[in-house]
């Protein structure tokens, strides 16, 4: 079982509601749009998700581990990109990811083939030996998803992992990532305040003040139902 489900999950900041009742699963192998305005609980969700914050109030499921009993074994099958870059900037690509894969157990020759499988598979290969302070903001989004796939993760979880990127950097990150849910079978959970980035056959989840407002296909016009849904203006 390799996708990931959350069952009335609740969080709370001091008398703040920043999450209530909130419940969704994503199958193994789809491409799920978290939807929400700023401030909808999309970060406090994924902090949750990756252990940065815990509750007592609800479940989370991740590849047939409850990460309250087994976080461990829940973390070990989740991959992450965070809204905020966490790249040590001074290294090199490749420098990057060997680090990251020491950090899951992984060294020597293992570790080299999968780094360089991993940038291969985002196009960044050639950049291997460049520091990551000399690249763009979108080959270090890449390079970012190529770190938090070098373990082999089921479930890969992107935090508004395009802000500040252009129009077309956005749309080639996107592509990338449907096509790791489409051709590799991984489960993708992808945080988002931008229609644009939805397709109609992905799964949509709505958040808005904390809650789930609609769960399932995206269909055509998801702008529309989002503003209706919300109230937000465009």
């Given at each position: 079982m390799s996708g990931l489900?959350?069952?009335n999950l609740g969080y709370s900041y001091g008398t703040k509601r920043a999450l209530d009742g909130v419940t969704?699963?994503?199958?193994a192998?789809?491409?799920c749009a978290l939807l929400g305005p700023n401030g909808a609980g999309k970060s406090t969700l994924f902090a949750l998700l990756t252990r940065l914050f815990t509750t007592r109030e609800g479940k989370i499921t991740v590849a047939g581990h409850d990460l309250a009993r087994a976080p461990r074994a829940a973390l070990a099958r989740i991959g992450v990109v965070f809204q905020q870059p966490t790249l040590d900037l001074d290294l090199t690509v490749q420098r990057n990811l060997l680090y990251f894969a020491a950090l899951?157990?992984?060294s020597g020759r293992e570790a080299a083939e999968r780094a360089e499988a991993a940038l291969?598979?985002?196009g960044m290969a050639e950049r291997a030996g460049e520091k990551a302070r000399a690249l763009n903001g979108g080959h270090r989004?890449?390079?970012e998803i190529?770190?938090?796939l070098i373990h082999r993760p089921d479930i890969l979880l992107l935090d508004e992992p395009t802000v500040g990127l252009d129009a077309a950097t956005r749309a080639a990150i996107t592509d990338h990532v449907h096509s790791l849910a489409a051709e590799d079978g991984l489960t993708v959970l992808w945080a988002t305040h931008l229609t644009d980035e939805v397709r109609p056959d992905d799964q949509l989840v709505i958040l808005h003040k904390g809650r789930v407002l609609s769960d399932g296909p995206a269909g055509t016009d998801v702008t529309r139902r989002f503003l209706e849904l919300t109230g937000e203006t465009a």
């Open positions: 489900t959350i069952s969704f699963s994503v199958p192998g789809r491409f899951h157990g992984l291969d598979r985002l989004r890449r390079m190529a770190r938090a």
